[in-house]
């Protein structure tokens, strides 16, 4: 939360709110919201193509364009893509109404952390855990599969104000290996064998507490005896992980570590897997709040709802790291805060089926991104800067009502707006869906929150509950170590290991400066960059090639990265301006359908 600093009428910085319980400070994306504000880059009014050309048009243009589109479009070859560029309520979830009610195709939300909500439901029933004050508290931290020094810099900055005793397991030497006291190298997809392996190394000491696994857990005997096979020796062999490290880690959360889970681990190979072994660490300590991996499902809050689930359909759904494989199914895509043709696997390939005249590319956005440059439409949206709108946190229980502290910039309209008038052009304005006032559908969805708008905007700031750490919404009412629901679904009760192939492994790691493709001009675009163990350099540029397709990266040496792995931060353009998502690995992994983008096998050749 932040504090607008105005200068000459306009918003000049951000100052953390001196209030807000989660560290003050604001990172440098923060502050580059403030320098998007005005930028050169924002979209001020309606574009429409028009022979290869953009021209500006007024809103009744675009909207009777988009609405034509979507008039004369089969629902069934409409898609819309949507993600998380704003975590408003208004913004994000809301505008799906007007597809669920046309009944169009829609993702499946899946690219970031759906992978590990479902794998933690399998043996929960829920996702949630730790909050920002027990970080604060914990006295050791276990930061698995994430760059915490980068990417979740307040969890970093908590726990190292807490002088907690760090570890930290990645793939390569990040900067957040270098910087824990226990850094923990592993092979790419290999964690669940690692993880199972401290679990049998705490149950052959004794060190699970007894009384927990008792009264509140299911499936313990099964579970201690199918980790026997996870000794020592095999977590050597296969997740190069040595004995006496393993045994430091099991020491460490012997003293009652607690595990931040990066998501990251969902976008690899066995990652929800390696997520829930790793929560089951905790279910031994009789410590259900020792992890944290995402707590948006602990309030309550009813998204569905938002979506409109409840009165509307969509008529297919498609996993995100399939859409750019799947382009050619659909004639019209409508796209919001997000920019799939950077993000997603194969993302390029709606820029080619745009281009080729395929496809009829709207999008809704602050500034002319990566998928506004090859759309047929682009509407301008306001940041978070310029409207209101509610506020969810995916680690603390707060929910902020938040004000806009700048005029909107140009004729930039919210998202909500712009499906309601769509709507209207459709003749859709009575539907139960698009004709309930926005607010009131946020009223409603806060309510199983236990908060009214009214009382939010009165506030400002609530604090919002989660459930009983004690109960657990699994079939049989308990933490499951022998997940039923698995069984039930026909997958494995147990969390399971599948040896990732050989090859090079192409992995990504986020970078200070921007959050995933936003302020590339703010701060310059990432360089397409692989890092690489100095023994794998192979000339200064090299294609990394999957499935026929190639991408060129300039290879720089890198100690700090093992034998095998390449390493890209950020989610750059190749050399050749190809976004490099081009080649990573959409296979959906078999939980919540997450990409494996982070365990994608190339081979790398000079070029
Ligand atoms: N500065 C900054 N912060 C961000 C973002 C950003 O773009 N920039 N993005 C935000 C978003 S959307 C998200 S989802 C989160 C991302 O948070 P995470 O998904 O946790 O991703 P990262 O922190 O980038 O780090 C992931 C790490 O996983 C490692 N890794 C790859 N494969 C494996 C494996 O098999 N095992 C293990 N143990 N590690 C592996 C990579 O080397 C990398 O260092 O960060 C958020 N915060
Ligand atoms: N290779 C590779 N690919 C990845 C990842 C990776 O680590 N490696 N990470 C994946 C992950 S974790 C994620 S979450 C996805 C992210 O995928 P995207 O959601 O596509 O990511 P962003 O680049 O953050 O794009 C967000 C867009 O939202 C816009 N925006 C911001 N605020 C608003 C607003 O208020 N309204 C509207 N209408 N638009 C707004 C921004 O201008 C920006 O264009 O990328 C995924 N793709
Ligand atoms: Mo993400």
Redesign the pocket.
């Known amino acids: 939360m932040f504090e607008p600093i105005v200068a000459g009428g306009k918003l000049a910085d951000l100052r953390p709110a001196r209030w807000f319980p989660v560290l003050g400070f604001t990172?440098?994306?923060g502050r580059a919201d403030v320098k998007r504000l005005y930028s050169e880059r924002r979209i001020k009014r309606p574009l429409l193509r028009s022979g290869g050309n953009f021209i500006e048009v007024g809103w009744n243009r675009a909207i009777a364009e988009l609405a034509e589109r979507l008039r004369s479009a089969d629902p069934r070859r409409v898609i819309h893509v949507e993600y998380?560029g704003n975590q408003g309520l208004l913004t994000w979830y809301y505008p799906a109404r007007l597809f669920n009610a046309l009944g169009t195709a829609s993702t499946d939300y899946s690219i970031?952390?759906a992978e590990g909500h479902a794998a933690l439901k399998l043996h929960w029933g829920r996702s949630w855990g730790m909050l920002p004050e027990e970080l604060a508290a914990a006295r050791a931290v276990v930061f698995?599969?994430?760059?915490?020094a980068?990417?979740?810099?307040h969890g970093w900055a908590l726990a190292k104000r807490a002088r907690a005793t760090i570890a930290a397991?990645?793939?390569?030497l990040?900067e957040?290996l270098k910087a824990a006291d226990l850094p923990?190298v592993?092979?790419?997809?290999?964690?669940v064998v690692l993880a199972l392996g401290i679990a049998r190394e705490l149950i052959s000491r004794g060190s699970y507490d007894r009384h927990f696994v008792e009264r509140y857990s299911y499936g313990f005997e099964k579970f201690a005896e199918y980790v026997q096979r996870f000794d020592p020796q095999y977590v050597e062999a296969e997740a190069g992980v040595d004995p006496q490290t393993l045994k430091k880690l099991a020491d460490l959360y012997e003293s009652g570590a607690k595990t931040v889970i990066?998501?990251?681990?969902?976008?690899?190979?066995?990652?929800g897997e390696?997520v829930r072994a790793i929560s089951l660490i905790h279910g031994l300590l009789g410590d259900p709040l020792g992890f944290f991996y995402s707590n948006s499902g602990a309030w309550g809050i009813d998204f569905d709802y938002l979506r409109g689930l409840h009165a509307g359909r969509p008529s297919s759904v498609v996993p995100m790291g399939l859409l750019g494989n799947a382009v050619d199914k659909f004639d019209v895509m409508y796209v919001w805060n997000s920019n799939p043709v950077m993000t997603l696997p194969q993302g390029d390939r709606i820029c080619e089926s745009a281009r080729r005249g395929d496809l009829f590319l709207a999008i809704h956005d602050l500034i002319l991104n990566e998928t506004a440059e090859c759309a047929d439409l682009v509407l301008p949206a306001p940041s978070y800067l310029e409207k209101d709108d509610v506020m969810y946190s995916y680690w603390h229980n707060l929910l902020v009502y938040n004000r806009a502290v700048a005029q909107p910039v140009g004729e930039s309209r919210p998202e909500h707006w712009v499906v309601r008038e769509v709507a209207k052009a459709l003749g859709l304005g009575h539907h139960v869906l698009m004709a309930e006032d926005p607010w009131d559908a946020v009223d409603r969805a806060l309510r199983p929150a236990g908060v009214s708008l009214a009382e939010l905007r009165a506030r400002g700031v609530v604090v919002l509950r989660r459930g009983d750490p004690m109960r657990f919404n699994t079939p049989s009412g308990k933490l499951e170590f022998y997940s039923t629901s698995a069984e039930r679904r026909g997958a494995s009760p147990l969390p399971a290991y599948a040896r990732p192939a050989a090859g090079y492994?192409l992995?990504?790691?986020?970078?200070?400066?921007?959050?995933?493709t936003?302020f590339f001009k703010e701060y310059g675009a990432p360089p397409p960059v692989v890092y690489v163990n100095p023994e794998d350099l192979k000339g200064d540029y090299a294609c990394l090639e999957r499935d026929g397709v190639s991408v060129k990266v300039r290879l720089v040496a890198d100690p700090a990265v093992p034998r095998g792995?390449l390493?890209m931060r950020?989610?750059p353009r190749d050399a050749e301006g190809r976004p490099v998502n081009a080649v990573v690995d959409g296979t959906p992994n078999p939980y919540g359908g997450t990409p494996r983008i982070?365990?994608t096998v190339v081979d790398l050749r000079p070029c």
């Open positions: 990172c440098p994306r998380d970031c952390s698995w599969g994430v760059n915490a980068i990417s979740f810099i397991v990645d793939v390569a990040t957040t923990v592993v092979r790419p997809g290999t964690d990066g998501f990251s681990l969902g976008r690899t190979l066995n990652g390696a492994v992995t990504f790691t986020s970078e200070p400066l921007h959050t995933n936003q792995v390493l950020g989610i982070n365990t």
